[in-house]
């Protein structure tokens, strides 16, 4: 009777684990994520493989481990109430991805579409003897024409006991993802210079005698992903040839090769390949061109790229460097239309486009210079020159001043209504365009990351594409309005109301002027801005109030302090500023400067790295900095850590940071890159950072740490 009641017992214990294990799947929008596990009841000690199960609707994807040119992978961040140690959650066993063409030969994403479960191992305790609660915030990209990213709270119970109860339906599921993973490569991989391009043979193991259309998935963006992939092939194996993205050659090159065999079929497995002679055995045999991708198309990828650029255009419509110089602009529209000169408004629209469509096609022109000329070109690079920023600098302040009366323009600028000719008034159209370009160079990097990221070291066409799409952005709210009469009628009347609004917004002009006498920092150019901007605004009030018999003197005098005022910053700027020192503070924060040689030395002492990528001049940076890298409990969670915060100050051009930066395919700063007490292979961390990510990722490294400490 008490072998009965005791199975009885132990049967009820099962349902209720297999009842409490089921976890519906969660709906985040274009999937379908549910976290499961082979097991309803576990084992002390033992080892149980868990996995995300996604179901994705028709045509869309997520992404791999490298996410390719664009993208970002699945990430799960564990809540508090997670009653097993994080460490003791293994990585996820990644399947062998797709390729997605995103813009043909110019940039190529990995993932998955359709059904895809991710696998990882989980280690019960040996002491444990309680149900386990998994729980937590699972965040990936899901993306089609368009990418949206999605986050969905996932949790997930597992009973332990004394015998092994499986979950039949996640056993399946997990075992299907399982199923895709490449295993280790049996043979011999080698990569070997040839000229511009790098060849990578494989001879022996599980592909020798494979032929098909074949891919190399790299785990890092040592290699150009686009680029095709042209293969040979022989008695022993094979040979791949890659272009490089890296200016050198890794000691090792990791990732998976995949061969297509036919029927949807393909061979696979994760090679290491180091550098030395190409192997023997490995060509001879002609073989199919490499495939061009799978997933988005080019043409809809290529639209998808330009329609970012649109909106990082729109948004800066609403940027204090840009919004006072578009309020003069509505000004002038509001009194032109409330006389009724339509054809006005339509020619002034037409020529205000011209001018910040051409402003920023100018820029793309020099961005694709520095690159031509072998310079890392990176998101707001025209601001690590002192001269540029100087020059920037007196312009808000000159702006400013015009904002505030203090002189005029000439009311071509002003006023479309205006009797001037219509030479004047289009000039003076596609001039105010051509300010909003210039004013609006300081807000650029944040608001256009995604699509002036994807196409750093892509085509001559497709940066100008998208140079001339943001251009276009920026103008078009302008070019609506003047183009839709029916948008006429909703302006407000003219009145009082427009001088004192056209004042107000001198004050957004100087804050910015002020802003950028902060990111030159300790270079001699800051002091000569500051006072070169008072200059100038005595200069400019001379000018204006120029008059009688001293008129001429006078205004020469302004004329020429004027000049000096802007003179004396920029050539200022030009010199080469301090070599020591960060233009980058911390207050009260210990750091110490970047340098590869410096994170070789920490994590040769058993410690490890948080780098910082960061510039004064960079929005984001400087929201992470104030929101997240100076908080006391992220500070005592790296001390507790042992993990050192080092700072790679990119305010001014840098070949060793531009190299790191090219390194981990990063389009510019920021960039955070956190090392595990001696791994070689850094995580790149998210852009946007958060005090419990950081805790998270540094609380592994601690409670690693310990168990070191704690074993015998």
Same mark, same amino acid.
């Given at each position: 009777? *008490?072998?009965?009641?005791?199975?009885?017992?132990? @049967?009820?214990?099962?349902?209720?684990?297999?009842?409490?294990? %089921?976890?519906?799947?969660?709906?985040?929008?274009?999937?379908?994520?549910?976290?499961?596990?082979?097991?309803?009841?576990?084992?002390?000690?033992?080892?149980?493989?868990?996995? /995300?199960?996604?179901?994705?609707?028709?045509?869309?994807?997520?992404?791999?481990?490298?996410?390719?040119?664009?993208?970002?992978?699945? %990430?799960?961040?564990?809540?508090?109430?997670?009653?097993?140690?994080?460490?003791?959650? #293994?990585?996820?066993?990644?399947?062998?991805?797709?390729?997605?063409?995103?813009?043909?030969?110019?940039?190529?994403?990995?993932?998955?579409?359709?059904?895809?479960?991710?696998?990882?191992?989980?280690?019960?305790?040996?002491?444990?003897?309680?149900?386990?609660?998994?729980?937590?915030?699972?965040?990936?990209?899901?993306?089609?024409?368009?990418?949206?990213?999605?986050?969905?709270?996932?949790?997930?119970?597992?009973?332990?006991?004394?015998?092994?109860?499986?979950?039949?339906?996640?056993?399946?599921?997990?075992?299907?993802?399982?199923?895709?993973?490449?295993?280790?490569?049996?043979?011999?991989?080698?990569?070997?210079?040839?000229?511009?391009?790098?060849?990578?043979?494989?001879?022996?193991?599980?592909?020798?005698?494979?032929?098909?259309?074949?891919? /190399?998935?790299?785990?890092?963006?040592?290699?150009?992903?686009?680029?095709?992939?042209?293969?040979?092939?022989?008695?022993?194996?094979?040979?791949?040839?890659?272009?490089?993205?890296?200016?050198?050659?890794?000691?090792?090159?990791?990732?998976?090769?995949?061969?297509?065999?036919?029927?949807?079929?393909?061979?696979?497995?994760?090679?290491?390949?180091?550098?030395?002679?190409?192997?023997?055995?490995?060509?001879?045999?002609?073989?199919?061109?490499?495939?061009?991708?799978?997933?988005? #198309?080019?043409?809809?990828?290529?639209?998808?790229?330009?329609?970012?650029?649109?909106?990082?255009?729109?948004?800066?419509?609403?940027?204090?460097?840009?919004?006072?110089?578009?309020?003069?602009?509505?000004?002038?529209?509001?009194?032109?239309?409330?006389?009724?000169? +339509?054809?006005?408004?339509?020619?002034?629209?037409?020529?205000?486009?011209?001018?910040?469509?051409?402003?920023?096609?100018?820029?793309?022109?020099?961005?694709?210079?520095?690159?031509?000329?072998?310079?890392?070109?990176?998101?707001?690079?025209?601001?690590?020159?002192?001269?540029?920023?100087?020059?920037?600098?007196?312009?808000?302040?000159?702006?400013?001043?015009?904002?505030?009366?203090?002189?005029? &323009?000439?009311?071509?600028?002003?006023?479309?209504?205006?009797?001037?000719?219509?030479?004047?008034?289009?000039?003076?159209?596609?001039?105010?365009?051509?300010?909003?370009?210039?004013?609006?160079?300081?807000?650029?990097?944040?608001?256009?990351?995604?699509?002036?990221?994807?196409?750093?070291?892509?085509?001559?066409?497709?940066?100008?594409?998208?140079?001339?799409?943001?251009?276009?952005?920026?103008?078009?709210?302008?070019?609506?309005?003047?183009?839709?009469?029916?948008?006429?009628?909703?302006?407000? +009347?003219?009145?009082?109301?427009?001088?004192?609004?056209?004042?107000?917004?001198?004050?957004?002009?100087?804050?910015?002027?002020?802003?950028?006498?902060?990111?030159?920092?300790?270079?001699?150019?800051?002091?000569?801005?500051?006072?070169?901007?008072?200059?100038?605004?005595?200069?400019?009030?001379?000018?204006?109030?120029?008059?009688? !018999?001293?008129?001429?003197?006078?205004?020469?005098?302004? @004329?020429?302090?004027?000049?000096?005022?802007?003179?004396?910053?920029?050539?200022?700027?030009?010199?080469?500023?301090?070599?020591?020192?960060?233009?980058?503070?911390?207050?009260?924060?210990?750091?110490?400067?970047?340098?590869?040689?410096?994170?070789?030395?920490?994590?040769?002492?058993?410690?490890?790295?948080?780098?910082?990528?960061?510039?004064?001049?960079?929005?984001?940076?400087?929201?992470?900095?104030?929101?997240?890298?100076?908080?006391?409990?992220?500070?005592?969670?790296?001390?507790?850590?042992?993990?050192?915060?080092?700072?790679?100050? /990119? *305010?001014?051009?840098?070949?060793?940071?531009?190299?790191?930066?090219? !390194?981990?395919?990063?389009?510019?700063?920021?960039?955070? &890159?956190?090392?595990?007490?001696?791994?070689?292979?850094?995580?790149?961390?998210?852009?946007?950072?958060?005090?419990?990510?950081?805790?998270? !990722?540094?609380?592994?490294?601690?409670?690693?740490?310990?168990?070191?400490?704690?074993?015998?």
């Amino acid at each position: 009777m *008490t072998a009965l009641l005791r199975t009885f017992v132990l @049967a009820l214990a099962a349902l209720a684990g297999g009842l409490a294990g %089921q976890a519906q799947p969660v709906d985040g929008g274009h999937a379908r994520v549910e976290l499961v596990s082979e097991r309803e009841v576990a084992t002390p000690g033992e080892t149980v493989w868990l996995g /995300f199960s996604f179901e994705m609707d028709e045509n869309w994807h997520i992404y791999w481990k490298n996410a390719g040119d664009a993208g970002i992978p699945p %990430q799960m961040y564990w809540d508090d109430d997670t009653t097993i140690a994080t460490d003791r959650i #293994g990585e996820i066993e990644w399947p062998v991805p797709h390729e997605i063409e995103v813009v043909e030969d110019e940039i190529m994403d990995y993932g998955y579409d359709d059904r895809i479960v991710l696998a990882f191992p989980v280690t019960i305790p040996e002491d444990q003897d309680d149900a386990i609660r998994f729980g937590g915030t699972l965040d990936y990209l899901i993306c089609e024409d368009i990418c949206i990213p999605e986050s969905v709270e996932l949790e997930l119970f597992m009973d332990v006991g004394d015998r092994q109860v499986p979950d039949m339906r996640g056993a399946e599921l997990v075992a299907s993802g399982l199923a895709k993973v490449p295993p280790q490569f049996e043979g011999t991989a080698r990569l070997t210079p040839d000229g511009e391009k790098w060849i990578l043979s494989l001879s022996g193991g599980q592909l020798a005698g494979q032929v098909g259309e074949t891919r /190399f998935f790299p785990d890092t963006h040592d290699i150009r992903h686009a680029s095709p992939q042209p293969s040979e092939f022989g008695e022993e194996g094979l040979r791949l040839t890659l272009t490089p993205l890296a200016e050198e050659m890794p000691d090792v090159l990791t990732g998976v090769v995949a061969i297509s065999v036919g029927d949807g079929e393909r061979v696979a497995a994760r090679v290491s390949a180091e550098p030395g002679e190409a192997l023997e055995g490995t060509t001879g045999i002609a073989g199919p061109a490499s495939r061009s991708g799978e997933g988005a #198309g080019g043409g809809a990828g290529l639209v998808l790229l330009l329609s970012a650029a649109l909106l990082g255009g729109l948004i800066l419509n609403l940027m204090p460097c840009v919004l006072p110089v578009l309020s003069i602009k509505a000004i002038g529209m509001v009194q032109a239309a409330s006389k009724g000169e +339509k054809a006005h408004l339509r020619e002034h629209g037409i020529w205000y486009t011209i001018g910040v469509v051409l402003s920023f096609a100018a820029t793309g022109i020099v961005f694709l210079s520095l690159r031509a000329a072998g310079q890392f070109v990176s998101l707001g690079f025209q601001l690590q020159y002192p001269a540029v920023v100087a020059a920037l600098a007196l312009i808000m302040v000159l702006i400013g001043l015009w904002l505030l009366g203090v002189f005029n &323009l000439g009311t071509s600028m002003q006023n479309v209504g205006s009797g001037l000719a219509a030479k004047q008034g289009n000039a003076g159209a596609f001039f105010t365009g051509v300010l909003a370009a210039v004013v609006g160079a300081p807000c650029v990097g944040p608001f256009v990351v995604g699509a002036l990221g994807a196409v750093l070291d892509k085509s001559a066409v497709t940066v100008m594409a998208v140079f001339l799409t943001l251009g276009f952005g920026l103008a078009l709210p302008f070019l609506v309005l003047s183009f839709v009469p029916g948008l006429h009628r909703s302006l407000p +009347k003219p009145g009082a109301w427009m001088e004192r609004l056209k004042q107000a917004f001198a004050f957004p002009m100087f804050l910015t002027a002020a802003w950028l006498i902060t990111v030159l920092g300790n270079h001699p150019a800051a002091g000569a801005t500051a006072f070169g901007a008072v200059i100038l605004a005595f200069g400019v009030w001379l000018m204006s109030v120029s008059g009688g !018999k001293l008129r001429v003197p006078v205004l020469a005098a302004g @004329a020429a302090l004027t000049v000096f005022a802007i003179g004396w910053p920029v050539v200022t700027g030009l010199q080469e500023g301090p070599k020591e020192g960060s233009v980058t503070t911390y207050a009260s924060v210990t750091t110490e400067p970047w340098s590869p040689e410096r994170v070789d030395e920490l994590l040769a002492e058993g410690k490890g790295v948080f780098v910082d990528f960061t510039a004064s001049w960079c929005a984001t940076c400087q929201v992470n900095k104030r929101t997240t890298l100076t908080k006391p409990d992220v500070l005592d969670a790296m001390a507790q850590a042992n993990v050192s915060f080092l700072v790679a100050d /990119f *305010t001014r051009p840098d070949e060793a940071i531009s190299a790191e930066l090219k !390194k981990h395919g990063s389009p510019g700063v920021p960039m955070y &890159l956190l090392y595990a007490p001696g791994e070689r292979e850094p995580e790149v961390l998210p852009t946007l950072l958060s005090p419990a990510m950081m805790k998270r !990722k540094l609380g592994a490294f601690e409670t690693a740490s310990a168990d070191v400490n704690e074993t015998p």
